[in-house]
């Protein structure tokens, strides 16, 4: 299956164009259009050199709590041979655009657009951008629940293209996710999938669950149901949902709607505190 991926490039709006975008902050969602990743909005992380990153979401108290989402932007060159300052966070990174050397336990994997890795916390790895172009990929991290009887994760480092996607029941096909880890592994605590829709496939109910939900859109354009609000959605979009917000979507056409889904799974709720 072949994929475009958007990535945002960043810069500037002109000092003639209007204030008025579609991002949104609510106590149920957010929505973080692709024209509000511009240069002002980047953050720069410890020991990551020529790298930029926009940061989607971070845990908020009486919002979504469990992980963080960046973009990264990693120029020629650029890359970290500390990536990670916590040793409790587990990784997925997903590759956009461009090419990169992912180092881990000194085995060198190329990772190119569509490329998948989950890192378990306390992995030893390096990030690279060997090429000449820049490099932009997904940083997904989450600190890891650990139980007793359950060992750590395994490492995972593949390519959605090795993936055969899962068509949902009932669906003809039309509403497929690629799935990189086995859903009924529990030692994982989070998945990041892939989802597909055909144009003109549907949620066709408004999904009400406790899983918290960060969206990238691939590819595409949808109307998205959030709460009791329709907002329309395009690649390079990012949706943040809270743990029970209703949510529902139409695909839009003329061709496929794709987006980069995350969700905590697979552990009891706290009864504590955070």
Not at 152 to 164: K, L, R, S, Y
Request: charged share 20%; hydrophobic share 40%; glycine share 10%.
């Amino acid at each position: 299956m072949s994929s475009e991926y958007f990535a945002p490039q960043g810069g500037h709006p002109g000092q003639n164009e209007i204030l008025t975008t579609r991002a949104v902050f609510t106590d149920a969602y957010a929505v973080i259009p692709k024209g509000t990743m511009r240069d002002i909005v980047t953050s720069r992380l410890p020991f990551w050199n020529n790298t930029r990153a926009w940061i989607l979401a971070r845990p908020l108290s009486g919002f979504a709590e469990t992980f963080s989402q960046y973009i990264m932007e990693v120029g020629p060159g650029g890359g970290s041979d500390r990536p990670e300052t916590d040793p409790g966070a587990e990784t997925v990174l997903f590759v956009l655009e461009g090419k990169c050397n992912l180092t881990l336990a000194d085995t060198m994997y190329p990772l190119r657009p569509g490329g998948y890795a989950y890192l378990p916390p306390g992995a030893d790895w390096t990030l690279r951008n060997g090429a000449g172009a820049p490099l932009r990929f997904h940083w997904i991290r989450k600190i890891y629940e650990a139980l007793d009887g359950l060992e750590m994760p395994d490492m995972v480092i593949t390519n959605e293209q090795a993936v055969t996607p899962t068509p949902m029941p009932d669906t003809e096909g039309k509403w497929t996710t690629t799935r990189f880890v086995d859903p009924g592994d529990m030692r994982h605590d989070m998945h990041v999938n892939i989802v597909t829709f055909a144009p003109g496939a549907v949620i066709p109910f408004a999904e009400t669950h406790v899983m918290e939900h960060g969206i990238y859109v691939l590819e595409g354009k949808a109307v998205y149901r959030l709460n009791q609000d329709w907002v329309e959605v395009e690649a390079g979009d990012y949706l943040w949902l809270r743990a029970f917000c209703p949510q529902a979507c139409y695909a839009g056409g003329p061709g496929k709607f794709r987006y980069l889904l995350y969700k905590d799974v697979n552990r009891h709720m706290s009864l504590r505190h955070r």
